[in-house]
């Protein structure tokens, strides 16, 4: 896992990105804030990529 800090809220997250590296089926794929909803990234992958809520000592939160 990543960590970023958000340019609308100011907020850490953290993200992965799946993927497989075989050319091909790739789309771009967004990734946004998990508090504000702010796209903070886009990514040519051919899988998903996840954000998560970060809490005080730095791990994901599932809420």
Do not use: Q
């Amino acid at each position: 896992m990543d960590i970023i800090k958000c340019e609308k809220c100011g907020k850490n997250f953290g993200y992965e990105d799946t993927g497989n590296p075989w050319p091909g089926g790739k789309d771009r794929e967004e990734a946004r804030c998990p508090y504000c909803g702010e796209v903070a990234f886009t990514r040519m992958i051919s899988g998903f990529i996840y954000t998560y809520k970060l809490d005080e000592n730095g791990n994901k939160t599932y809420k």
